[in-house]
């Protein structure tokens, strides 16, 4: 077992399952030189003051303030990082035009390195100030672009599956921006695969690659299937979109007559390392075939009130017990924050469950399911998106990486505020609907402080 490194110490928070939160009052998080969580020790533990003393002589403990609280870090399954230049703007038509009009024209722009240095130190570092521990990414077409991706991730020490993206379709991708054929795209997510292997030797892996078909409508066939025997190959991570929205789903049933779940299944991208962004329209029978090949979802409710046309079923999917986390979708949504996704996430289901429409009566209105609650939206920003990632992190368990945040209640310019009445129930629910980037103080992953915070 590697060295202690250091503890940290002070009251913490995780949810290392959906239901409930657990709370570690006084706790104090041994952490090794790997950045793997040792032990995890509250007062009435017997070896606790032990491990505090010993901590203090070797000058290794990191004592929390009392009005700052320790959760994991957060799990943001779907951004697209070159998308960053334009968050927040330009949500003013449908998915097929929006990428046609706005985010192709912007993608491509990627293959100038020097500009794709700039925009992802400045998306790394921001994400990373907002909690984002672990980061999946689709990058561009671009070679390159998606390796100076990996580098920045790498420098700043943020936890990242990135893809470069492959879409070769010459219907649906415009001439100036796609893969000069399948072979070419599969053999530049070989060679992206292998670089980032190589960027990282003899050292721990932070930076996992992913496969990374855009969506089934940007994809020939042959680039679907030789993406499918590559994912066996190779055992690496897929990521892409699936059932995301009316025109989306109805342009994959008259290409190949089949669902997006059952198509990918067949192409071979279904994996147990597969992460599915969206997934609105899924029938039970693609639930079925996603439980069965323990693939995840990426559910993304801001980008869903944009594109999807509907929200998604949240609740009957965590019923199934699939795997799930959350996705930001920058810049299909607007904000780069998890926290975000968590509390739209928390709307989106309750909007779903008592309906919308006020001329309905109240019995009709809604699916009347039992919409999601603060801990299962902590659940799936946290540990949800770990297991979805197929990564140790997202709870404070021995043996998991120590990615966490410092969140502090009182600061000026947020909402996050605690009372001596408030119970440490009531202190959970608060920072997970109020804190903001200015409460979180500290992010580290493996164990490593981020320094430029
Ligand atoms: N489907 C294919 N590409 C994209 C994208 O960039 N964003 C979203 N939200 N959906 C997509
Ligand atoms: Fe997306």
């Keep these: 077992m590697a060295e202690r490194q250091k503890v940290i110490a002070g ?100 293959a100038d390195h020097a500009y794709a240095a700039e925009i992802y130190d400045d998306l790394v570092t921001t994400l990373l100030s907002h909690g984002t521990t672990t980061a999946v990414y689709f990058g561009s077409v671009d070679l390159q672009a998606n390796v100076i991706l990996a580098e920045t991730c790498l420098r700043h020490g943020q ?34 695969i292998e670089m980032v292997a190589e960027m990282q030797s003899g050292r721990p892996t932070l930076v996992h690659p992913a496969i990374t078909p855009r969506f089934i409508p940007s994809c020939t066939d042959a680039l679907l299937g030789g993406l499918g025997a590559l994912a066996r190959e190779t055992g690496c991570h897929v990521q892409t979109h699936c059932s995301e929205s009316d025109w989306e789903v109805a342009h994959v049933q008259n290409r190949l007559g089949q669902t997006d ?85 928390l709307m989106a289901s309750r909007n779903r469950s008592s309906g919308t429409n006020p001329s309905l009566a109240a019995a009709e209105r809604g699916t009347a399911e039992i919409p999601l609650s603060t801990s299962e939206v902590f659940w799936l920003a946290t540990k949800g998106g770990g297991e979805a990632v197929s990564l140790p992190v997202g709870s404070f368990n021995e043996g998991s990486k120590f990615d966490a945040i410092a969140v502090k209640s009182g600061h000026s310019t947020s909402g996050f505020r605690t009372y001596s009445t408030d119970t440490y129930q009531d202190i959970f629910e608060k920072l997970v609907l109020t804190a903001d980037v200015s409460s979180i103080t500290r992010v580290w992953v493996s164990g490593a402080a981020i320094d430029h915070l």
């Design 11 to 110: 009251n913490a928070f995780h949810t290392p399952e959906p239901g409930a939160m657990v709370p570690l009052v006084d706790c104090a998080i041994a952490v090794d030189s790997d950045g793997t969580i040792q032990s995890v020790t509250t007062p009435p533990d017997p070896d606790h003051s032990a491990i505090l003393d010993a901590a203090k002589v070797a000058n290794a403990l990191e004592q929390l303030p009392p009005d700052t609280y320790l959760i994991p870090g957060l799990v943001d399954l779907h951004i697209h990082a070159p998308q960053w230049p334009q968050l927040g703007k330009a949500l003013d038509v449908p998915l097929d035009a929006w990428l046609d009009t706005y985010t192709f024209p912007l993608e491509v722009k990627f």
């Design 159 to 192: 936890r990242a599956v990135i893809g470069k993206v492959a879409m070769d379709h010459p219907e649906t991708c415009p001439d100036y921006y796609r893969d000069e054929s399948a072979e070419e795209a599969i053999a530049q997510t070989r060679k992206f």
């Design 261 to 345: 779940t059952e198509a990918l299944a067949n192409f071979g991208l279904m994996t147990d390392k597969s992460i599915l962004a969206h997934s609105n329209y899924i029938t039970c029978g693609d639930m079925d075939l996603i439980a069965k090949a323990q693939s995840a979802i990426a559910h993304c409710p801001l980008s869903n009130a944009y594109f999807a046309n509907s929200v998604f079923p949240a609740r009957d999917a965590m019923d199934r017990g699939l795997k799930i986390g959350l996705g930001t979708d920058v810049s299909g949504g607007f904000s780069p924050s998890l926290f975000d996704a968590a509390r739209f996430a």
